[in-house]
Each structure stands twice: as C-alpha cells, then as structure tokens.
C-alpha cells in the first residue's frame, strides 16, 4: 500500500511568515509522529498523536509550534512567525498501535525541507 | 535523559570489506532498538527492531545485534548500493517517541 506522504516537499519562505505542512500517514495507522532533521544530525522529535489527540507534545521547541490531527488521520504542523533557525527537514512518520506496551515501529515519509530566508 | 551515541560518523570501505557500526545507549527500560537507513534527500527507512539483549536479526548483507549498552550493525561483503547514513534510535519505558542518534554515513567504494 501507500507509505506517508508529506506536502509540500520543500518551502521556501521569509522570516517572519506562517507556514503549514502536510503529512498524510498510511492508511489505518492510529499513530503519528512529527520529527524535525537539521543537516548532518539524526531527527529529533517534536510531537505524538494517537488519534485525534496530541498525546506527548514534549518536543515541540516553542509557542510558535502547533500540529493538529482533526479527524484522526492526516496532521497539519503550524509555525507562526518562522526564524531562520527553523529551517531544517520536518519529517513525518506513523505507525499501526502507538500503546505503550506494543513493540510498534514507525514508518517515515520522505519530509519537507523547509528554508526560512 | 535517553541518549544515543553512534561511531564512526562516516566510514569508507571498499566493495566487498566487511565491517561494523556502533550504537551506544543509555535508556530508562529499553522498549525497542530501532535501525534505520537514510538516502539523500528521502526520510529514513526502517531496517530492524531489536528488543533484548542477545537478540540478532539478519537481513541480506545486513546483521544486527544487542546487548545491554549498545547494539552494532555489521555489514557484510557490501556492495556500492549499500552506501547510505544509517541512523540507531532507541524507545525508552513509557515512551512512544524515538530518540536518535546522529547517524553514520557509509560509503562503499567500487
């Protein structure tokens, strides 16, 4: 089937704009999962929806950060007022069962490359 | 805090040499041992799940295995495709996110 798919796969935008980015999991995965990737590093992580819910938000680096996941599948991540430090690779990933006693693995999309000039 | 350390940060072999990554850990109730493997410009690609000491999974040319501190990645007769950043993660106790290391970037030459 499908794997994730993320849009757009890259935005360039000027210091001081809002920005969205789309990720669309694959098809009957409950969890998902947003990453940042910054050049030469491995992804960090940002925030963890199980469902409709964000269930652990602990990564996102400030209030200017916000993702939300209406309907329980596909997931919009949102940054007001973007600096240059926000450019990097945003990188999306789902998996079937996000419980915490399940052994699930997480499947990534290819990312969006964000530039903020 | 969980951390994830990976060696060497980039490696060069010849097509056909042997060899090895490492990952160290340090985590509160391991909960998975994750590898993953990163072409340019793509997001990474799942490649094994390692859940206790001992455990070993094998997949073509690729091996991995785990023990209590760190787990390795051995590489067998690669060839030049095998070139990609291979990247650890671990899963702690309670947790669902992923905490990464830095990768390593490998290249096989020809």
């Known amino acids: 089937g499908a794997g994730v798919s993320q849009t757009p796969s890259n935005k360039v935008t000027e210091k001081g704009k809002y920005v969205e980015l789309r990720c669309d999991p694959i098809s009957g995965h409950t969890a998902l999962y947003w990453y940042r990737q910054s050049l030469g590093q491995g992804p960090e992580f940002l925030i963890y929806?199980?469902?409709?819910?964000?269930?652990?938000d602990s990564g996102l680096p400030n209030d200017r950060f916000f993702a939300v996941r209406p309907e329980g599948s596909v997931s919009t991540l949102k940054i007001q007022r973007t600096e240059r430090g926000d450019s990097a690779v945003y990188l999306c990933?789902?998996?079937?069962?996000?419980?915490?006693?399940?052994?699930?693995?997480?499947?990534f999309g290819p990312g969006t490359r964000l530039t903020v000039l | 805090e969980d951390q994830v350390t990976q060696s060497p940060e980039a490696l060069r072999l010849q097509e056909g040499e042997s060899s090895s990554l490492n990952c160290s850990y340090t985590?509160?109730?391991?909960?998975?041992l994750f590898w993953y493997r990163q072409d340019p410009g793509k997001g990474p690609e799942f490649l094994f799940t390692l859940y206790s000491a001992g455990e070993e999974k094998e997949k073509e040319r690729l091996k991995a295995t785990l023990t209590k501190k760190e787990s390795f990645l051995h590489i067998t007769a690669p060839k030049p495709e095998d070139s990609a950043t291979y990247l650890c993660a671990t899963r702690g106790q309670g947790a669902q996110k992923l905490v990464f290391g830095q990768g390593t970037r490998l290249t096989i030459n020809p």
């Open positions: 985590v509160s109730g391991l909960r998975g």
């Open positions: 929806f199980q469902g409709t819910g964000a269930a652990d």
């Open positions: 990933a789902s998996s079937f069962f996000g419980g915490h006693s399940s052994y699930n693995e997480q499947f």
